[in-house]
């Protein structure tokens, strides 16, 4: 036998994806499943699906966006929002109240309007904001299932970053008027980095590609962090007990 064939097969390194939402697409973050010496990996896809069929196969993919959309919603949007939120101190506003799932299949905003008015109680409407979201909600609703779901996890960055900072809000923002808060992106940074995170080099990456913004690379590393500690079985989930909606996914947020 020659030293080809008695060779041992190479070993495949599991990888883990921080996912955000940017204009025109995804920014992913691909890190290795342990604190090894596998370089982490930036890409921008145009879409979610691509993902999916990365060849590095991702084990786990945590996306700052919203999954499971219920048919009528109460004060504060869905429950998983409502729990989320109340950990996030100065930051609350960051995580929008989602609407019901009709008004976020409405592709025309007045519409939208009526739907979510017509579908929560006590009546409200939806934010120019936040309706911007649904094509990418809506991108990520074709495709999910329960089933695909124990591989894909909401995750929103704020609340990793609470983690991160041991339980505790971010008082600074990321932007400040719509522009970068450097204090805000730096806090944000030292807390990756105490995690382990191989931030300088994420960023190193990022700096060659175009299409989003610092902060958005910040936030899908966030949500890389959180998958690797919610595969290991570190995970927190928001609520407790989540519901799921008629299509039977689960609303929870999750982070490390």
Known sequence: MNGED????????PFLAGVDGCPGGWVVV????????????????????????????PTLIAVDMPIGLPERIGVGGRGCDVAARVVLGARQSSLFAVPARAAVMATDYLEACRLAALHSEPPRKVSKQCFNLFPKIRE?????????????????????????????????????????????LEL?????ETAGMPISAILTQAAGLRGFGLDDVMDAAACAWAARA??????RCFPEAPLRDGRGLSMAIWTG
């Open 188 to 192: 944000r940074r030292a807390l990756l």
């Open 230 to 235: 919610i595969a290991a079985g570190n995970g």
């Open 30 to 57: 691909l890190i290795a499943a342990s604190n090894t010496s596998a370089a982490p990996i930036v890409r921008r896809v145009t879409a979610f699906a691509d993902i999916l069929a990365f060849p590095e196969q």
């Open 6 to 13: 008695s060779a041992a097969p190479k070993a495949v390194t």
């Open 140 to 184: 990520i609703d074709a495709l999910m299932t329960p089933e695909l779901q124990l591989r894909v996890r909401e995750c929103h960055p704020e609340v990793a970053f609470w983690a991160l900072n041991g339980g505790r809000p971010i008082e600074l923002p990321k932007k400040v008027k719509s522009r970068p808060h450097p204090p805000g």
